[in-house]
């Protein structure tokens, strides 16, 4: 049974039960300690095409047959064999006999004799015999005749089995996310459902007093629930299935209880709020009395309290609770720990950006920095941590990184990452 715990007492503590957090993990190292300590959750679904966008591929996705499986016409036209061209001009058209028509998927059957011509559509296969097209735009029909004006070789203007995509040839590596695009990929071997990831199960809950439901009539020193939105629906979108829990109190019987029903339900829980230095800041005491902090404190801006560790076989990860904080360690954090464990191996989308201004970013600290991208360049939005303000009308954020020299280049460009 957890031993029950009670509010600091202040008497004899100079900094008043507010220990704030002074040893800070640099942000490659954190990066290091999730993936030594989140494993991959075992087991894979198999789902349908229309299911699998943003699921993450379990299995190396291999082409198992020839794209194309003919030689496809790239034109409308005529196939011919090249060598009964040589010559043909405006002024000086060669002559051929029209034999035929290949349709889509209705092929002409017969080979193609010497001066002989079929007429093709784009998309279909050219007959045996065949080794060009000439386009429709270069000949003349006269009846059965057609006169060709141009000199074509060999190999023009069709693909040939395989130009495409080679049987046996890696289409999609296992740990990809998968995009809409990929989905004509995989169904043009015939595949109409994949094995994807098993989907992490996240629980976000919500701490404080003061937090209150959306909704509810506010009493002065009261807010709502506002960031649990934002970092549910981040970690969703990365994947994972997330569940929000109604607001907890800051008390250590509340968080506790809340603590000890999950544990074992989920794969991770995110609590916002009670990571910080404050003496109702009880997340941090209860996860290492009932398993074990790996680290509290991460040398990022904003979001320096950010607790991880595990109790029992459930993930935690304690996210501030100031607004910006919350975001920032959700992309920070939460989203690397949601992608090691469904064995998802690639960035996140980004683009460049070129920044009006250089943001401020405390010495020896990873940083957050939101901004909103124009024609001309990008323009800073983060103001504070506490301040809702500092992802209004943002486009994604850039990382001004000590250890990558990410972002602190001198020629003014960043990358841009999307929310």
Known sequence: MAKALTREPIGGDPLAGMHPVSKLLKYRKFLKLVFRETRPIAGVEKITLPQAVERILARDFRARRFIPNFRRSNFDGYAVRAVDTAGASKSSPVE????????????????LGRRECVRIFTGAALPHGADAVVMVEYTEANGGIIRVFEEVASGSRYDDVGADIRRGSLLLARGRRIRPLDLPIIASQGVNSVEVAIRPKVLVIP?????????????????YDANSLAVAELIRK???IVMTHPPVRDSPRAISDVLSRSRGRYHMIAFIGGSSAGSEDYVARL??????VFVHGIAISPGRPTLFGRVGKTLVL????HPASSVAVTVLAACPIVDRL???IEDAPYSYVRLHSQPDCPEGLTC??????SG????????????????????????????????????????????
């Open 238 to 240: 990365r994947g994972a």
């Open 318 to 321: 304690g996210i501030p609770g």
């Open 96 to 111: 051929l006999s029209l034999s035929g028509f290949s349709k889509p998927g209705k092929p002409y059957s017969r080979a």
């Open 207 to 223: 701490t404080g007093n003061e937090v209150k439901p959306v909704g509810r009539r506010l009493k002065t020193s009261e807010i």
């Open 342 to 344: 469904s064995g998802a």
């Open 287 to 292: 996860v290492a009395e009932k398993g074990e």
């Open 368 to 373: 957050v920095r939101t901004i909103r991208a």
């Open 376 to 419: 001309d360049g990008a323009t800073l939005v983060y103001k504070s941590s506490s301040q809702l303000s500092s992802f209004l009308n943002s486009d994604g954020y850039i990382l001004l990184d000590p250890e990558t020299d990410e972002g602190n280049g001198d020629d003014g460009w960043a990358r841009l990452h999307f929310f």
